[in-house]
């Protein structure tokens, strides 16, 4: 069963950055798509970024574009979210999510992660 597991959440103040690491595990095929989503209280779940492992195209909301970097380190299967001049409405729990046929930033993928906070203040 594929396992995933995030960390590197935080609290910064607006303007700061922070670096989110998705380690995926038990995973046995060699095309699929990773994705961060993020969801804060009283919110629905937004998709932010998404990559294709197997051609590193990528994807993101517009709400992030320009301050956030989705990549992938292949040999170690991990994902990473680099998030530059952040902002309060940033503040969500962030999860990993794969899926070995879904890609993009629409919900529904198979598997996803614990998550992680991420906070940022004015």
């Known amino acids: 069963l594929v396992q995933l597991a995030e960390s590197g959440g935080g609290s910064v103040q607006a303007g700061g950055s922070l670096r989110l690491s998705c380690a995926a595990s038990e995973v046995y095929f060699s095309r699929f798509c990773m994705a961060w989503f993020r969801q804060a209280p009283g919110n629905e779940s937004e998709g932010v970024a998404a990559?294709?492992?197997?051609?590193?195209?990528?994807v993101y909301a517009d709400s992030v574009k320009g301050r956030f970097t989705i990549s992938q380190n292949n040999a170690k299967n991990t994902m990473y979210l680099q998030m530059n001049d952040l902002k309060p409405e940033d503040t969500a729990m962030y999860y990993c999510a794969l899926d070995r046929w879904r890609c993009g930033l629409q919900p529904g993928y198979n598997h996803r992660g614990q998550g992680t906070q991420v906070t940022v203040s004015s």
């Open positions: 990559i294709d492992i197997g051609d590193s195209s990528t």
